[in-house]
């Protein structure tokens, strides 16, 4: 009788070892290469999972692999990563200009510009595409899951995974569910975050979630201050650093994110809830005018060589 429960035992071990092989993801499409597409890639490259890139065409697609391969040069440079990790991750990445690569992919994120419009095409077509099993991310920090999922057929597998930039080294992701998010879709998708190395937080689907909606005020008052003359860039982040104890001050904070996608943020909470203090520093929509974007650009609050501040 022990011998008869002991082999039961190992059976329904079996069963749920198998269960959770095939609730494993191990391939995941990614669409969009620009800086979070870029991010979202190595983190998953290096937590060894195989992924596939679609940009709209190969100069885009050139540029994003010229630009990730450098910024893990830079890595290796400050001895933060190894030539072979390195090479193991760019082993593990696939890049294509062809939407339809994504087919078999059970996971597809989404990683392009935060435009509304943009987005519910791309569903759309995804939904077209893409196994009727498959669950996709949209990586929107601002924007409603539930309006870009009413364009598909899969409402119940529509998620967000709000990564914060640089997306390697931050340790959280936001969870966000749509309307229409079904339990097992958020289940899986906290237990692929953790896999990666993030720690998943639930947040409802509201503008700017969590941490969208905390730091725009601070970044756009740093811009504020500046423009006032009150204290200079270096002087604003030097206070800020050392004062409250951020790694990063938010006029530098706000270059790393990229100032075009700051005054994207600003520009859509300030249309979804109105409050003054979501209103873009005229010095900011000055500076992405002239396309002083920041990190990406060489130029924003600060002038660039790389990853680092010029002198």
């Not at 987005?119 to 939904?127: A, E, G, P, S, T």
């Not at 899986?188 to 700017?208: C, D, H, N, Q, S």
Request: with cysteine; charged share 30%; aromatic share 6%.
């Amino acid at each position: 009788m022990a011998e008869q429960k002991l082999r039961l035992e190992d059976l329904l071990k079996g069963v749920e070892l198998t269960e959770e092989k095939e609730d494993r993801i191990d391939s995941v499409a990614i669409i969009g290469a620009g800086v979070m597409g870029q991010g979202i890639a190595q983190t998953l490259a290096a937590s060894g999972l195989d992924v596939l890139i679609v940009e709209k065409n190969d100069e885009l697609l050139e540029q994003a692999k010229a630009r990730l391969s450098d910024s893990m040069d830079r890595e290796i440079a400050r001895w933060a990563m190894t030539k072979s990790e390195k090479k193991s991750i760019i082993g593990r990445l696939k890049w294509t200009k062809d939407i339809h690569d994504i087919k078999d992919y059970r996971l597809v994120i989404e990683a392009v510009d935060e435009d509304l419009h943009l987005k519910r095409m791309i569903f759309k077509q995804l939904d077209e595409i893409a196994n009727k099993d498959a669950i996709f991310i949209s990586n929107t920090s601002t924007l409603s899951l539930t309006k870009i999922a009413e364009v598909t057929g899969r409402a119940d597998k529509i998620i967000g995974l709000h990564f914060l930039n640089p997306v390697p080294k931050v340790p959280v992701v936001e969870v966000v569910r749509a309307v229409e998010t079904s339990d097992e879709t958020s289940k899986l998708i906290k237990t692929f975050a953790t896999r990666i190395g993030k720690t998943p937080v639930e947040v409802y689907e509201y503008p700017g979630f969590v941490t969208t909606r905390a730091i725009v005020p601070l970044l756009n008052e740093a811009m504020h201050i500046l423009m006032e003359g009150i204290a200079t860039a270096e002087g604003i982040d030097t206070a800020m650093k050392l004062g409250y104890n951020f790694p990063m001050g938010p006029l530098e904070m706000a270059d790393s994110m990229g100032l075009d996608e700051v005054l994207a943020w600003m520009e859509s909470l300030w249309q979804s809830l109105g409050e003054p203090r979501y209103r873009a520093c005229p010095l900011l929509r000055k500076l992405v005018r002239e396309k002083k974007l920041g990190k990406k650009t060489g130029e924003g609050f600060y002038k660039y060589n790389g990853d680092k501040k010029a002198q």
